[in-house]
């Protein structure tokens, strides 16, 4: 299933980036995807009226929002069904929208290579476009109104990537407005807000082990140790992740590990309980049946135990001797992880004893309302 020492895509703009910084950013999009869907969809058939309409990520079900093996997708973001017709639905959003701006498309989505030609032909495909800080704008753009209006050059910020650069005089006619966008917004920017918050995890966690991650010596020593309790197992994943390293018997430390999964965790122990089952498994070769079962009822059992420690103020709360906000972010961190895991298991597995994710963060029991709170007490 994985392959271990490429845990992730290793293409130039993410060598940089850790396993989880490179998730975090692929994160992203998926929150934007997922949240606009429905939109789309709905927008599409107002466009078709009388007209038999469905709107669909690609992959489906499987969709995944990273991959664990490496490799880049090439299949289109959306797929829409229009009376039977398929129409490939691209995805790109940018922040606002002047006659001043340039919009830049890369010339490999909208346009194909042709053998003896110069010039790409475009793909039989149409780009939406959304403004973050214009949240009721939006615009369709059609391949062929991209190449025919705009000027081939490169992006920098792309890792100078061949693209079509359009000015923002011709991008403001194709621009419409639907105030129903608005809502959307405001809900995809509560989610990527708590993205970040939750994500402080890691350098809250890289500042307290930082004087362990120094005294490693023995690189090849650390590696064999099967830990003896969830905190010691927390403290060598983290090292070990943070040295680039796997655990040899990784299969037998996942095993280990699950038979903490049974006690009556806090949100701070489920919170280290998932972070080294989701480094685990992303080593682990191949899940036998006995151990997929086991990941899959740790998985469901960590959500609902969530899930109860959910507070009628948008927090979550376990433990008296930890702040409610630390705590909320334990649990965040861990959906998180959790709707991750869900997402590849199906993907490589093919189970059906687990759920798709529709949207990011939706196991959480109100992540409106957890947002509120959150950024009420740690505005950023």
Known sequence: MVDGKTTYAQSSDIKARSYLEYRKDMKKKAIVELEILEWLENKLKELNPKKSVSVYKSGGDKFL??????GISREPDFIAEIDGQKLEIEFQYGSDISINSIFDFKTSKVGQKVRGKKKRLPKDLVLLYLFRHEPTKFAFLPAEWIIKNGVEGVAPAWGNREVYKVKGSKMITKVKTDNKLEKVWNSINAKLFLLNFQNELININKELLSSELQQVIDEEKIVKIVPKDLDSFFKVCFILDNLNKIPKNTN??????????????????????????????????????NELLAVIKTVKDSIAR???????????ASSLKISTLEETRYA??????????????????????????????????DAIKTYNLVHKHYPN
């Open 65 to 70: 929002w990273f991959l664990r093996q490496g």
């Open 252 to 289: 037998l430390w996942l095993i280990y590990l699950l038979s903490y999964a049974n006690q009556k965790n806090s949100l701070q122990d489920i919170f280290k309980l998932i972070y080294c089952l989701d480094f685990l498994y992303s080593k682990v070769s191949e899940l036998k049946q």
């Open 306 to 316: 969530i899930k109860r420690f959910y507070q009628k103020d948008g927090s979550y």
């Open 332 to 365: 965040v961190f861990s959906v998180n992880l959790l709707e991750d895991l869900i997402q590849d298991i199906m993907h490589y597995y093919g189970t059906r004893e687990l759920k798709p994710i529709s949207k990011i963060y939706e196991s959480l029991n």
